[in-house]
């Protein structure tokens, strides 16, 4: 599958200014074009209808967020013309409710990539949670940690595998990437999948070219940080992985292993559900 229809969320951050210029790394290698979303919630609803506020109260605070948005498209406009893209990058705003918004535009496109959420240095009402993205979209969420190196030379995939259906499906989104790497490990951590059942797997990634080596990790620490782990020793370019293949809310509550590798891994996650 060739990727040339590319979605960033855009919010002025570190991280999405990381997510936007791998989008055009990816771009560029096949002729794509890449759109930058800037999603902003109205977060002057409760304000406008109040009763309580006075009517320049609520000129003021929607003066403040138009000046918010306009300072992240000047941003966004200052690192355009060294994408290397020109035309075939494009920006567009979108007004609602931000992960729902970039979620249902997302489904016009090949890939979504994010940067990974920061709780500190993005406003609130411009936040993208990219695993809640990918939960709805119908699509592939590719996240990039802030700082990382898009023009980088990164031949090493990794798969997290655990025999379910969420792996499955990123692992069938991720083969552009796939075939495209120099080389691919399967891992799986503790008894989760059957031995024979490796076999099937590394026949299916053969039969599309690919080369693998599959591993069985003994657990050091969480499931997650041991993928974290396992990636950040190998000098992995890209981990593979489903999202939440239990309740998001379960994991959510108890921690689960999408969000500790969202929020850990040092290299860009092709994330599918």
């Known amino acids: 599958m060739s990727i040339r229809n590319i ?23 096949q002729g794509g074009h890449v759109t930058a979303i800037l999603a902003h919630a109205a977060r002057d609803d409760y ?29 966004f406009h200052e690192i355009k013309g060294d994408l290397g893209l020109e035309d075939r990058v494009h920006f567009r705003r979108l007004n609602g409710r931000v992960d729902a918004v970039l979620a249902k535009f997302a489904r016009n496109f090949d890939l979504v990539v994010v940067g990974r959420y920061a709780q500190k240095g993005v406003d609130g009402h ?69 031995p024979e059942a490796f076999a099937d797997l590394a026949a299916h990634l053969s039969r599309h070219g690919i080369k693998s080596t599959i591993e069985t990790l003994a657990p050091s620490g ?10 950040t020793a190998h000098e992995a370019g890209l981990l593979v992985m489903g999202a939440y293949e239990h309740s998001k809310f379960r994991s959510d509550l108890l921690g689960g292993v999408t969000l500790q590798v969202t929020s850990l891994s040092p290299v860009p996650i092709l994330l599918s559900h």
């Open 47 to 75: 304000a406008s209808q109040s009763r309580w506020i006075s009517k320049e109260t609520v000129r003021i605070l929607a003066s403040a967020n138009e000046e918010i948005l306009r300072s992240i498209e000047a941003g």
């Open 126 to 194: 411009v936040s993208v949670h990219p695993d809640r993205v990918a939960m709805i979209a119908g699509r592939p969420v590719l996240i990039v940690p802030p700082g990382f190196d898009a023009a980088a030379a990164h031949h090493h995939a990794v798969i997290a595998w655990d025999g379910g259906r969420a792996a499955a499906r990123a692992m069938s989104d991720a083969m552009a990437f796939l075939e495209a790497d120099g080389c691919v490990s399967v891992i799986t951590v503790g008894d989760a999948v059957e």
């Open 7 to 29: 979605l960033v969320a855009f919010n002025g951050g570190d991280a999405s200014v990381s997510a936007l210029r791998y989008a055009a790394s990816l771009a560029s290698k």
């Open 222 to 231: 969480s499931i997650g940080e041991t993928i974290v782990s396992y990636c």
